[in-house]
Structures are given as C-alpha cells and as structure tokens.
C-alpha cells in the first residue's frame, strides 16, 4: 500500500518535472503536427474564413506541373547527394582512419563545413560558381575550358547545388563512418594479414559487411536529410532558374508563407511526410536481411 | 575535485550548445537584435516625450529595405510625436521577406500594429480579408485622388474607396558612367523622356560601348535589363499589356506580338551582340552591387530602380539618367508600398494622423533630396513642387527634364496583382526564354495557359 502511494506520488512528481518540456512538445509540435494535418482539407488563406475542401488540394497537387516538377527535382537531389556522398565520405573516414601524425587536423579540417552556416556556405559557393568572376570558371579558364553557368544554367543549376550540399554534409558523415571503423576489432585484420590478404579484400571482406550498421543510419539520415533539402536552395538559387532547383521543402515553403495558401501547404507536407515514411519502411525492411549484426 | 570536472563538462556542453545555436539562427538573431536595439532607442525617445493628457500609443510596423529607410521612419516619427504630444508611436521593422506572414499571423492572433505599411500587391487581399480600415471619408476631407500621379492613384484607388495611402514612387530609369561616354566620344542618353532614344539607337550605343579584348568582354554596354521590374516597362513602351483589368484581373494579356518582340530584342542584346550578360550571372548580395559595376566601369549603362540614385550618388564618380529606350512610347511604369491603418485598431483618428504625415512634406522630403525616392502627388511636379526636393549633390544635371516620366508613369504590372503565384509562372516560364531554352512564341502561350489556369482556380 505504502508502495503503492509512493509510486503514484512520484510519477506524479515525473509529470511535474517533465512539464515543461511536454509543454513545448505540445505547442510547437504535436498541436501543429496534427493541425496541419487538418488544414490539409482546407482551403485558408489566413484571410478568408477556413474552407473544408475535403481531398482537393491531394487531388490537385497530382495535376500540378509545379508540384510534380518539385517532386521530381526532390528525387534528383536525393539520387545525387546520397549515393555519391555515402561513398565519398566512407573512402574519407577510411583514409582518415590511420595512425598517422596530425590526423587530426585533417579530421577537423573536414568537419569544419558541418557547423559552419548554411548561410556563409551558399554565400561562398554562389561566389565561387559566379560565371563572371567566380574561381570556378576562372580555373577551368586555365586549362581552356569555357565553364558554365553554374547556378544560371537550367541543367547545372541542381549539380551545382549537390556538389554544395555533398561538401556541406560530408564531414558530418564521415565522423559516424570513423566511430562506426573504430569499432571494429583490430583482431579481424591481424587475422586478414596472416592469411595474406590484400588492402581491397580486407576492405571488401571486413570493412564494409562490419559498417553496415554505420551505412544503413548514415543512408537514412541523409536521404531524409536531402528530401527535406532547403536552406542552400533557398539562399542560392531560389527555386531558379525557371524551377529547376525547386524542391518539395522549398514549394511547401512559397504555398505557406508567399502565396498564403495553407491548406495546400500542408497537404505537401503530408505527401512528403508519407513518402519519407515509406521510403524509411522500405530500407530498414531491405537491410534487414542484409545488415550483418 | 571529481565535482569540478563535472561543472567544466557542464560549462563546455551548454557553451557549445550556445554556439551551435547562434550558428543556426545567426541571419534571424541578427535582425531581432537590430529590432531589440532600436526598441531600446525607441523608448528612449518615448520617454523624453513630456506626459500629456489622455496620451496615445500608435503600434507601427514596417520592413527595412536599407537603414537609410529605417532612419528616415525614425526621423519622420520624431517630428509627428513632437507635433501631437499625445500621440507615441513604437516603430519596428520586420524583415522584407518574412513581412506578410508576419502581419497576417499577427491579425490573426488580435494583435496587429495599429498602422503599418502595405505592399501594394497585398493592397487589396487584406481589403477583400477585411483587415484595412476603410479611410475614405477621412480622406476625403483633405485631399481628392486626383491629386496623386497616376500610378499611385491606380495603387490607391479601390474600387473608388481609399484603405492605404501611398507616400513615394519609385521607377525603372536608365543611369550611365559620364566618363565612358565622354571617353568614347557618344553623346548622352537623353534625360526628357520626349527625346528618349529609339531602340535601335540604344542599341547601337550599346555595342558601341561593349569592349572586347583577348576574347574576354572587359566592359559590357548595358546591365539589368533581363528583370521582370526592368522590361515590363519596355513592354508597356512597346503597347504591349499584362492584365484584363487592373481592378479586378481574371486574365492575362501578356501574349502579344508587342511583348515578343520586347523580349526577343533584349534576348539579342545579349546574346546576339554580346553587349549584355544574363542577369542573374551577378548576385549583388554575393559578388559586386550593379552600382559598382557601373563605377568601376564593367558596364557602361545600367537599367535599375530610380532608388538605386541614392547609392549611386554616395560613389565617387559621375552619374547620368536618363530615360529607358522607347519602342513606341516612351514612359516607365511607379509604383510604392501604401500605409494603412488595421481595420480593429482602437484609434482610428490618431492612426489616420500618422498616415496622413507619412504622407506629407516632412517624411517625403528627406527621402526624395537622398534619392530614394520620388514622390507621389502631381503637386511635386510643378516648378515650386520640384524646387522642394531637387538636391543638386544628389540629382545628376537634365534630372529636372525626367520629372514629367515619373509623373506620367503608368503603374506597375505586379503592383496590382495579389496572385504571387502567377508573378512565379512568369518568371519561371520567361527564364526559359533567357536561359535559350524555348522560344519566345511557346513561352508566351505557356505563361497565357497557366496564369489563366491559376487565376480561375484563384476564383
């Protein structure tokens, strides 16, 4: 009975003392989450008075070429900042894995980018992509070669903005690929070395199937990283030229807060909401059976 | 000992806690820091202000487009508060992108600034939301609408009510280097609008002043006429339109004969004669600010906001204006924000005190000898009208001859228009065109086809 008392008063006492957070949590994300969703069947303009239009704005976004554009180019940068990162920073925390003197340096030299801003990276990217004055061009120049526009043309604009995105992120996933290398035995190798294995075999044989567990977060976390690709969009380039930068986040982001449509807004951000969630079932259900535990 | 290491731990997480945030927010903290700090400055002033009877405090809200503006807003509230004592007004700035949602979220919540400004394109949703007090009557009183230059008139006028009052214009006009144009022996574009150059002629000046050496262009003949603020104005020249009705559009009348022929003339400035280049090759934010280009001799002519005279003006070196080519008629198009009062503001009659001063001599003034602005009303346009503001040290020589194209300007195409969507698909289906990558024809058909489709969907 005394017991009994206690463990009531004391998550009473939890619930207290958890307050304020949940508090927040309620506010600024569960009320909202749940909000939008609602305002997903509405038309509202934060003018006019809310209007239920029931599955409308899904219907419509499937007939909108803007949308299907933003879906599109989505996929697209998701296809070309993943892949190509993973590997690159794999390699990098790979290289930068070796008992050499001033590693470290090296290390932190390529986090660095990681906790600068987004808003000095777009800025010293769009100076080094500028096809007037940029370093870019003026590199290429050197060995003869006329460089684009990088971020004025329609079929550059997107790689100039994966090869941003790819530097931005790389450091931040090659210091999870580095913990995930530190955690494997050394043992396995010595062993490896005994049979007179190669570099690559090693690689191949022990390296890889031990990080899948590393691979398989660092895959999620930036495909979710890269569908809701933003800031460096919105900084440099804006959607443009004529769309070909426009992602999902960023379309969401012009139907909310410029042409004040929110219910429209929000049926985005649900689609977007379902296709990480099926995308995320997708992986962890693939790997599954593949990831070496 | 064991407790000391802990309190470093503790000190270490939540300083780079701080840091990490800083970092992330650091573009938003800047500009509240800026808004705290002039709140600070404000209450300052509040406070000096002697204790009057029944006394008043105006909420005012407004963006900050460059100091110089926020400045002059403080200067001008100096003067209302010093000539009605109890009357107290809290300016404060909300940044230009963020400015509408803001306002919108702020009506929504009960608690919008009693006056604030009012992009023109959202002039008339918030009337249609019934956010705006209706001023009409009050205005009435002092003024008719035809006091005002056309284009701010037509901003104005709804449906021959009156919600906002505009308190400046602002226009495409084109600025040159004096020097490259005496260095290359051409006389200047023509500053009376009646002389304006032909296209042909500003054309031709143009490739005249483009300088090629070892197969690099090192001076351009003109810059900035690939914006949709700049050629909208040439298009209006040519006869060409953008909207059915400007009071209540449904349609576009973009695809036209008269708009193809503007655009593909300013297509082949560049990419024909190589006297221009894409503008969206320059961010002004990131590299250099046009003014600059045109200083430092990159570019010899320069299609720009009449605004930009009053940085132009700060740089050392001598600037003309002139007005734009013309393809049939030569006239440039206004158009400025208006100020207006929250349709639930407890004081309507002192709201109305502050619009009605912002929209006088002692705010207009300052602004207009700086060069940021022109002004609004057809009695600045007179003789004695333009002795008031015209600055010599800021307003090139001919600047006089150019008051009839500010005064006779029709008004902005997107100024009227609330449908920001449809602003979108135009410069989306125009940077096609730019880019090379259709042409004109198909390009004027898909703007006609999607604008149409989203304004009936609008409806």
């Keep these: 009975m005394k017991l009994k008392k206690l463990l009531y008063r004391e998550s009473v006492w939890a619930f207290i003392l958890l307050l304020p957070n949940l508090i927040g949590f309620l506010m600024f994300l569960l009320i909202p989450l749940v909000a939008s969703f609602i305002f997903s069947f509405t038309k509202w303009n934060l003018m006019s008075p809310i209007q239920w239009v029931g599955f409308a704005n899904y219907i419509e976004l499937f007939k909108d070429e803007t949308f299907l554009k933003s879906l599109w180019n989505t996929i697209y940068y998701t296809l070309g900042t993943v892949p190509i990162g993973v590997i690159i920073s794999l390699f990098l925390a790979v290289a930068l894995n070796q008992r050499i003197k001033g590693i470290k340096i090296f290390r932190a030299a390529y986090f660095l980018p990681v906790i600068g801003s987004f808003v000095a990276a777009a800025l010293v990217w769009s100076w080094m992509y500028n096809p007037e004055f940029g370093l870019l061009n003026y590199l290429l120049s050197v060995i003869g070669i006329k460089g684009p526009g990088w971020l004025t043309s329609l079929n550059w604009a997107m790689p100039s903005i994966i090869i941003t995105t790819i530097w931005k992120g790389l450091g931040f996933n090659m210091l999870l690929f580095l913990a995930g290398l530190q955690g494997i035995p050394q043992s396995y190798y010595e062993a490896a070395d005994i049979d007179g294995a190669k570099w690559f075999s090693k690689f191949l044989h022990i390296t890889i199937p031990l990080l899948s567990h590393t691979t398989l977060f660092v895959v999620i976390i930036s495909t979710i990283n890269s569908f809701q690709g933003f800031d460096l969009i919105y900084m440099m380039t804006n959607g443009g030229p004529a769309r070909s930068t426009s992602v999902l986040v960023f379309y969401l982001y012009q139907n909310a807060f410029k042409y004040f449509r929110m219910g429209y807004a929000s049926a985005i951000a649900y689609v977007l909401f379902f296709l990480i969630l099926i995308f995320a079932i997708v992986q962890f259900w693939l790997q599954k059976k593949r990831v070496i535990f | ?459």
Aim: aromatic content about 12%.
């Design chain 2, 1 to 459: 000992m064991k407790k000391s290491l802990l309190w470093i731990v503790v000190l270490i997480l939540s300083m780079s806690m701080i840091a990490m945030f800083s970092l992330a927010g650091c573009k938003e903290e800047a500009a509240e820091e800026e808004v705290a700090e002039e709140e600070v400055a404000e209450e300052e002033v509040a406070e000096e202000e002697e204790v009057v009877a029944e006394p008043v405090n105006l909420k005012f809200v407004g963006w900050e487009v460059s100091p110089l503006e926020t400045e002059s807003v403080e200067k001008g509230l100096e003067i209302f508060m010093a000539q009605n004592p109890n009357i107290t007004v809290d300016y404060n700035p909300i940044p230009h992108d963020q400015y509408t949602s803001k306002v919108l979220t702020m009506m929504l919540a009960g608690t919008c600034p009693d006056v604030f400004f009012c992009f023109a394109y959202d002039y008339r949703s918030f009337i249609k939301g019934g956010n705006l007090l209706n001023l009409t009557d009050l205005f009435n009183e002092s003024y008719s609408i035809d006091d005002y230059i056309p284009s701010s008139a037509a901003i104005m006028n709804a449906d021959d009510s009156i919600y906002g009052i505009s308190s400046c214009t602002v226009s495409p006009v084109l600025y040159y280097n004096k020097a490259i144009f005496d260095e290359a022996g051409l006389a200047y574009p023509p500053s009376d609008p009646a002389d304006a150059w032909t296209w042909e002629e500003f054309r031709d000046v143009a490739k005249q002043l483009t300088i090629v050496e070892g197969g690099k262009t090192v001076q351009y003949g003109v810059y900035g006429l690939e914006n949709s603020y700049m050629f909208s104005a040439l298009i209006m020249s040519n006869g060409g339109s953008y909207w059915n009705d400007n009071n209540n559009i449904t349609a576009t009348t973009i695809n036209s004969p008269e708009t193809a022929e503007v655009m593909q003339a300013i297509y082949d400035l560049r990419v024909v004669d190589g006297s221009s280049f894409l503008a969206a090759q320059i961010d002004p934010d990131v590299f250099i600010s046009a003014a600059n280009m045109l200083q430092t001799g990159k570019i010899a002519m320069l299609i720009d906001g009449s605004w930009a005279l009053q940085e132009l003006a700060t740089l050392d070196f001598e600037v003309g204006v002139g007005a734009l080519p013309k393809f049939k008629d030569a006239i440039t198009h206004g158009q400025a924000h208006v100020h207006a009062a929250w349709a639930q503001t407890e004081h309507p009659e002192e709201a109305w005190a502050l619009i009605n001063f912002l929209s006088g001599d002692d705010y207009l003034l300052q602004n207009v000898r700086a060069g940021l602005w022109m002004p609004h009303k057809k009695e600045y346009y007179t003789e004695e009208g333009i002795a008031k503001w015209y600055n010599p040290d800021v307003h090139p020589e001919g600047f006089t001859d150019l008051a009839p194209y500010f005064e006779n300007a029709s008004v902005e195409p997107t100024a009227v228009n609330a449908n920001l969507k449809v602003n979108d698909i135009f410069n989306e289906e125009m940077g096609k065109f730019l880019a090379g990558d259709e042409d004109i024809d198909t390009v004027l058909a898909s703007i006609e086809e999607r604008a149409n489709a989203e304004f009936a969907a609008a409806e």
